[in-house]
């Protein structure tokens, strides 16, 4: 976890030096590296730190540090590049990450398994092995799919968001960039919480609690991604962004805790490799050049409607998911 931190910390602050696209493809690539390594290791560590019924809260709080994160970019980003320039922006939120590395070197690396009832269910099995059982594994596939479409949706609205704003709204750049991130934050922040405990309670009373949880959020989340991308006076279309928003943070934290139940104790870590590879495979890898190419071909306030649908997408994966591998 500290030499993922490091690296992504490391190579987010020479993105800063960069002088050509292939050096920058470079520093970016090393910040995904770095993400990587700490993204697959965290979540099982935090499952074997908690009982599976607190995991959805201690996973909410873990993962609040996504909107919090993209708000922070946003608002910092805003704010450095006119001041300082696109480069320094890079420095600021890099550098302090090295020091968050050596903070990961304090955390203490509990025996796999040991918040579980069935002692001593934690084992190694070749690559091959845990693969053949991941695909064997109908709730693990029809979560991780769900998951890429969750993030295809997630990423594309993040990333197109403030520019659909500046080019369809007339809001110019500076304050969208601040509206954007002032929604995600307490959205994100509003709705990770909630639906932590949310998971939490539900799993304790039927199976696949936190994938039902993320499941219904997705769903509830359609019509008001729709309606932010489509009312066209200001504040309809912020107060509907939050709600969309509200709603579909509500699965950041189950639908982790959903993975990592599904899977053996001693294959979490891998789980999470092999989901962060296919969501970012099939989700924000090619969710904002698709809208690009649509807005292209059509404009950008109809391309951007892909983004409702890729959210009843998931939520429909992951309803047939509960469904289908409830017994």
């Known amino acids: 976890m500290a030499l993922g931190v490091s690296a992504w910390s490391v190579a987010t602050a020479a993105t800063g030096i960069m002088q050509s696209f292939g050096q920058l493809m470079s520093a970016r690539s090393f910040v995904g590296i770095g993400e990587a390594a700490y993204a697959t290791i965290s979540p ?27 708000a922070v970019g946003y608002l910092l980003g805003g704010w450095i590049e006119p001041a300082l320039g696109w480069r320094a922006a890079f420095y600021v939120v890099g550098l302090p990450g090295i020091v968050l590395a050596l903070l990961a070197l304090t955390v203490t690396d509990p025996p796999r398994g040991a918040t579980e009832e069935a002692a001593g269910a934690a084992t190694s099995q070749p690559i091959a092995v845990t693969l053949r059982g991941f695909a064997q594994n109908g709730a693990y596939i029809g979560t991780v799919l769900g998951s890429a479409a969750y993030t295809f949706a997630v990423s594309g609205l993040a990333f197109w968001m403030p520019e659909y704003l500046l080019r369809v709204r007339g809001v110019n750049l500076s304050s969208a960039n601040f509206m954007v991130g002032s929604v995600t934050v307490v959205a994100g922040l509003g709705g990770t919480f909630v639906g932590g405990y949310l998971g939490d309670l539900l799993s304790g009373r039927m199976k696949h609690g936190h994938l039902w949880i993320s499941g219904l959020s997705s769903i509830a989340a359609i019509v008001p991604t729709w309606f932010a ?57 090619i969710s904002p050049p698709i809208i690009g190419v649509l807005a292209d071909i059509s404009s950008l306030a109809r391309a951007v409607l892909i983004v409702p649908a890729a959210v009843a997408v998931s939520g429909l994966l992951w309803i047939a998911t509960a469904v289908g591998t409830a017994e």
């Open 44 to 70: 099982a560590l935090l499952s074997d730190y908690f009982r599976r019924s607190q995991r959805g809260r201690a996973f909410a709080i873990f993962y609040v540090a996504i909107p919090v994160g993209a």
């Open 229 to 285: 991308l489509t009312v066209g006076s200001a504040p309809g279309y912020v107060v509907w962004l939050f709600v969309a928003e509200f709603l579909l943070f509500l699965s950041t934290g189950p639908v982790n805790v959903a993975i990592v139940s599904v899977v053996p104790i001693g294959a979490r870590a891998m789980a999470m490799a092999v989901s962060i590879f296919t969501i970012h495979l099939l989700g924000d890898a």
